[in-house]
T-cell receptor, first 111, second 117 residues
Framework: GENVEQHPSTLSVQEGDSAVIKCTYS??????FPWYKQELGKGPQLIID?????GEKKDQRIAVTLNKTAKHFSLHITETQPEDSAVYFC??????????FGKGTKLSVKP | DTGVSQDPRHKITKRGQNVTFRCDPI?????LYWYRQTLGQGPEFLTY????????KSRLLSDRFSAERPKGSFSTLEIQRTEQGDSAMYLC???????????????FGPGTRLLVL
């Protein structure tokens, strides 16, 4: 069935360093790839998304890249700050109109 | 635009009881989704509505689960005869379906955390 793999499951970086989270998906028909940030006790919050007609998208310190051939997409956060600490989820658009989520990456940014 | 809201935020119930959750989507959003999230996992799709029509259901949605969106605005998710395995965060999301057919952005509510004792 449709599946999204996400790595790493935990990531610890120093403030100011970059963080990279990688995802692979199984359904070649997927054409929409959002990233969500979830803080403790809250719902997921969209931080950036990319569609399959674009290879890269950037929004200030956050960028996402997509390789449709390899079915890979990645989230890059530069100049990390303590408030970036949270769980990050990648997702791929599923055939039912739903989103298929990865298992999440817990990012810790140490001051 | 106040975002997606869910009520209650927390619910503790005893096994065998029925529970009902409510979701109010962003106004003018015609699609509404229900997901379930267990600890350490990503959200898993349960079902979704376009206006008042329930268009898809996941295999995760057993016969004990029922969802409605009677007027195409708010939605309710009911779980009958709750089991301990139903303990999870129930998330609602809404979106505006695009005429182009491209997948639209889903905005999530804060969730309802259910604990079944």
């Amino acid at each position: 069935g449709e599946n999204v793999e996400q790595h790493p499951s935990t990531l610890s970086v120093q403030e100011g360093d970059s963080a990279v989270i990688k995802c692979t998906y199984s359904d070649s028909a997927s054409n929409y790839f959002p990233w969500y940030k979830q803080e403790l006790g809250k719902g997921p919050q969209l931080i950036i998304d990319i569609r399959s007609n674009v290879g890269e998208k950037k929004d200030q310190r956050i960028a996402v890249t997509l390789n449709k051939t390899a079915k890979h997409f990645s989230l890059h956060i530069t100049e990390t700050q303590p408030e970036d600490s949270a769980v990050y989820f990648c997702a791929a658009g599923g055939s039912q109109g739903n989103l298929i989520f990865g298992k999440g990456t817990k990012l810790s940014v140490k001051p | 635009d106040t975002g997606v809201s869910q009520d209650p935020r927390h619910k503790i119930t005893k096994r065998g009881q029925n529970v009902t959750f409510r979701c109010d989507p962003i106004s003018e959003h015609n699609r509404l989704y229900w997901y379930r999230q267990t600890l350490g996992q990503g959200p898993e799709f349960l079902t979704y509505f376009q206006n008042e029509a329930q268009l898809e259901k996941s295999r995760l949605l057993s016969d004990r689960f029922s969802a409605e969106r009677p007027k195409g605005s708010f939605s309710t998710l009911e779980i009958q005869r709750t089991e301990q395995g139903d303990s999870a965060m129930y998330l609602c999301a809404s979106s505006l379906a695009l005429q182009s057919g491209a997948q639209e952005t889903q905005y999530f509510g804060p969730g309802t955390r259910l604990l079944v004792l």
